[in-house]
């Protein structure tokens, strides 16, 4: 046993390695047995908690793990009336591979088992709701309260739609096959959304001491290059991994030593992860073979257009609103369209900024998103009205966010209050100019990072 454990480390390894194991017990058991390979990992992973402190790490945790879920999976199956027909068969192909256990090192075996998994989450017999919040669940280890900010929706809802998609599985016996080409297409986008889901999930994590989780970003993109070194690789897939390697780079220096952010053009470029950086170039070189152009690839142009500038000073603002532009045409999204914004200030100045914030006010999907008044805060700051810049980043801070953002805005609001010599507008004030205020229960958005 090594040193003990800390729940780092255990978050950790339940990120790396749930999914893996979920994947492999299926794979033995077949889909039907979903729920046991689950429960299997669930309870390895609590008696991990449960005794590394004590006893320390094991020098093979990965291992451990394995074999504690494989045999829990046995002990089910022996005691439990629900597996007579076929118990015996299903403990025989468990036992065949007890000699496996120890051998993580069999990579292959595994990457197939999470090639197929991700697949069969996202079978067209499921909605599409439901294809990524299993896949969020079972491959990527993301919790339900952390599904439940992605989607904007209680945690009720994403247990029962977790539970109705499992059954699905479970009575259509859907098998664990990768799809034929005809029916791979169909999934391929389903994945990929998934994939840089998790990816964003790290980036910028909305709620909690961290404003970034560096170990789900390099999970999400050892899954895209996953994807991207199988047979159903597309240039979209490779213009993803390139989105994500370009962005996982700028990790680093994302926030200071204390753990509080930095404004990209703020950034210290020179702990930017220069392999990284290179491994982005090389699948955005790849990407731009294929002669269809996605959002992803275009979202790769921009990082990389970030990532080739030598100073903040040198960013071709020009060439990333142009990208931006075509990205809003594809999309349509008011997340990409409030990215643009930011853009515009550099290119056009704040008051075509603000101008093209306008119409995201009142968007039903922006409602209670915190980085909209923290966007209209700057801008207004810039523009010198600081009344209403006091009011935007007020706003701001009334929504759930990261710490680290909780005190850039706290910090935003401070600048704002130094630089305006009158007093904070109070209520009799406010009746005259009303400050306009947001929801408390602002919740995670499925945000693409810039």
Same mark, same amino acid.
């Given at each position: 046993?090594?040193?003990?454990?800390?729940?780092?480390?255990?978050?950790?390894?339940?990120?790396?390695?749930?999914?893996?194991?979920?994947?492999?017990?299926?794979?033995?058991?077949?889909?039907?047995?979903?729920?046991?390979?689950?429960?299997?990992?669930?309870?390895?992973?609590?008696?991990?908690?449960?005794?590394?402190?004590?006893?320390?790490?094991?020098?093979?945790?990965?291992?451990?793990?394995?074999?504690?879920?494989?045999?829990?999976?046995?002990?089910? =199956?022996?005691?439990?009336?629900?597996?007579?027909?076929?118990?015996?068969?299903?403990?025989?192909?468990?036992?065949?591979?007890?000699?496996?256990?120890?051998?993580?090192?069999?990579?292959?075996?595994?990457?197939?088992?999470?090639?197929?998994?991700?697949?069969?989450?996202?079978?067209?017999?499921?909605?599409?709701?439901?294809?990524?919040?299993?896949?969020?669940?079972?491959?990527?280890?993301?919790?339900?309260?952390?599904?439940?900010?992605?989607?904007?929706?209680?945690?009720?809802?994403?247990?029962?739609?977790?539970?109705?998609?499992?059954?699905?599985?479970?009575?259509?016996?859907?098998?664990?096959?990768?799809?034929?080409?005809?029916?791979?297409?169909?999934?391929?986008?389903?994945?990929?959304?998934?994939?840089?889901?998790?990816?964003?999930?790290?980036?910028?994590?909305?709620?909690?001491?961290?404003?970034?989780?560096?170990?789900?970003?390099?999970?999400? =993109?050892?899954?895209?290059?996953?994807?991207?070194?199988?047979?159903?690789?597309?240039?979209?897939?490779?213009?993803?991994?390139?989105?994500?390697?370009?962005?996982?780079?700028?990790?680093?220096?994302?926030?200071?030593?204390?753990?509080?952010?930095?404004? =990209?053009?703020?950034?210290?470029? +020179?702990?930017?992860?220069?392999?990284?950086?290179?491994?982005?170039?090389?699948?955005?070189?790849?990407?731009?073979?294929?002669?269809?152009?996605?959002?992803?690839?275009?979202?790769?142009?921009?990082?990389?257009?970030?990532?080739?500038?030598? +100073?903040?000073?040198?960013?071709?603002?020009?060439?990333?609103?142009?990208?931006?532009?075509?990205?809003?045409?594809?999309?349509?999204?008011?997340?990409?369209?409030?990215?643009?914004?930011?853009?515009?200030?550099?290119?056009?100045?704040?008051?075509?900024?603000?101008?093209?914030?306008?119409?995201?006010?009142?968007?039903?999907?922006?409602?209670?998103?915190?980085?909209?008044?923290?966007?209209?805060?700057?801008?207004?700051?810039?523009?010198?009205?600081?009344?209403?810049?006091?009011?935007?980043?007020?706003?701001?801070?009334?929504?759930?966010?990261?710490?680290?953002?909780?005190?850039?805005?706290?910090?935003?609001?401070?600048?704002?209050?130094?630089?305006?010599?009158?007093?904070?507008?109070?209520?009799?004030?406010?009746?005259?100019?009303?400050?306009?205020?947001?929801?408390?229960?602002?919740?995670?958005?499925?945000?693409?990072?810039?």
């Amino acid at each position: 046993m090594n040193e003990p454990s800390n729940p780092v480390l255990l978050e950790h390894l339940f990120r790396r390695q749930a999914g893996r194991i979920v994947s492999w017990l299926t794979g033995l058991l077949g889909s039907q047995h979903l729920q046991l390979a689950e429960d299997s990992v669930q309870e390895a992973m609590l008696r991990a908690a449960q005794t590394w402190p004590f006893q320390g790490v094991p020098e093979k945790p990965e291992a451990w793990l394995f074999r504690v879920a494989h045999n829990h999976a046995i002990s089910a =199956l022996r005691r439990s009336s629900r597996f007579e027909d076929n118990a015996g068969e299903l403990i025989a192909a468990l036992e065949a591979t007890t000699k496996c256990i120890e051998d993580v090192e069999v990579e292959q075996s595994l990457r197939d088992d999470e090639l197929r998994m991700i697949f069969i989450c996202c079978h067209p017999e499921l909605a599409q709701d439901a294809r990524v919040a299993l896949s969020l669940k079972l491959v990527c280890g993301f919790s339900v309260s952390e599904i439940a900010r992605i989607f904007m929706a209680e945690e009720n809802t994403i247990a029962q739609r977790l539970v109705r998609a499992k059954r699905l599985i479970r009575e259509q016996s859907l098998p664990l096959l990768m799809p034929y080409k005809a029916g791979l297409q169909d999934r391929l986008n389903s994945v990929l959304e998934v994939i840089y889901l998790m990816f964003s999930g790290g980036y910028a994590a909305h709620t909690g001491e961290e404003l970034i989780r560096r170990d789900v970003c390099l999970e999400a =993109l050892r899954l895209g290059q996953l994807v991207a070194s199988s047979s159903m690789t597309a240039p979209r897939v490779d213009a993803l991994v390139a989105l994500m390697a370009l962005q996982a780079a700028r990790l680093p220096a994302r926030t200071d030593a204390a753990g509080d952010m930095v404004l =990209l053009e703020e950034q210290n470029r +020179s702990l930017w992860e220069s392999e990284l950086i290179a491994l982005g170039f090389y699948y955005f070189d790849r990407s731009i073979a294929g002669e269809q152009i996605s959002d992803w690839h275009v979202q790769a142009a921009i990082a990389a257009t970030y990532a080739k500038a030598e +100073s903040a000073e040198s960013i071709d603002w020009p060439a990333i609103l142009e990208h931006y532009d075509q990205l809003v045409a594809m999309t349509a999204s008011p997340v990409v369209a409030l990215n643009r914004a930011v853009v515009v200030v550099k290119v056009h100045g704040a008051e075509a900024a603000l101008a093209a914030l306008a119409p995201l006010e009142g968007h039903a999907a922006m409602r209670g998103y915190h980085l909209l008044p923290a966007v209209r805060g700057r801008v207004l700051a810039e523009l010198g009205r600081l009344a209403e810049a006091y009011a935007a980043f007020s706003a701001a801070l009334e929504c759930d966010c990261a710490e680290p953002e909780r005190r850039f805005l706290q910090k935003q609001l401070e600048s704002v209050r130094g630089r305006w010599k009158e007093p904070p507008l109070d209520k009799s004030s406010a009746q005259e100019t009303p400050i306009p205020r947001l929801p408390s229960t602002c919740l995670l958005r499925k945000s693409k990072p810039t």
